[in-house]
Nanobody
Framework: QVHLVESGGGLVQSGGSLSLSCAAS????????MAWFRQSPGKQREFVAA????????YYAPSAKGRFTISRDNDKNLVFLKMNELRPEDTAVYCC????????????????WGQGTQVTVSS
C-alpha cells in the first residue's frame, strides 16, 4: 500500500516563502518519480514540478521555474518543494504524486496521490 502525506502548507504574504514536504511510505521510494501538482477552486489540476528517482533531473512548470525548487531525500522517503516569491495566484491545494519509473508532467501518469496541503498567499 502506497501512502503519501503532505505537510507544510499555510498562509503567507505575497513575496514570502513556504516549504512543503511529502512523506512517502513506498517500498523502494528511490525508484519512483515524484511530482507536485496543485489545484485551486474552479481550475484544473496543474503540474508544478517533478523529480526523477535519482534526484538529478527535475522539471518545472513555467510558472514555477526560478521560484520553486523540488528535491528529494531517498534515505528518508521525503520529497520537498521550496517555494519562494509566492504570489496570490499560487494559492491552491498542493498534492504530491508518485509513479513507478520516470517523472513526467502529466498527472495521468501518476499512480499514487496524497490528500494535499493548502497554500494560501495573501496580497
Amino acid at each position: 500500500q502506497v501512502h503519501l502525506v503532505e505537510s507544510g502548507g499555510g498562509l503567507v504574504q505575497s513575496g514570502g516563502s513556504l516549504s512543503l514536504s511529502c512523506a512517502a511510505s513506498i517500498r523502494r521510494a528511490g525508484s519512483y518519480g515524484m511530482a507536485w501538482f496543485r489545484q485551486s477552486p474552479g481550475k484544473q489540476r496543474e503540474f508544478v514540478a517533478a523529480i526523477r528517482w535519482s534526484g538529478f533531473t527535475t522539471y518545472y512548470a513555467p510558472s514555477a521555474k526560478g521560484r520553486f525548487t523540488i528535491s528529494r531525500d531517498n534515505d528518508k522517503n521525503l520529497v520537498f518543494l521550496k517555494m519562494n516569491e509566492l504570489r496570490p495566484e499560487d494559492t491552491a491545494v498542493y498534492c504530491c504524486a508518485a509513479q513507478d519509473g520516470g517523472a513526467t508532467m502529466d498527472s495521468r501518469d501518476y499512480e499514487y496521490w496524497g490528500q494535499g496541503t493548502q497554500v494560501t498567499v495573501s496580497s
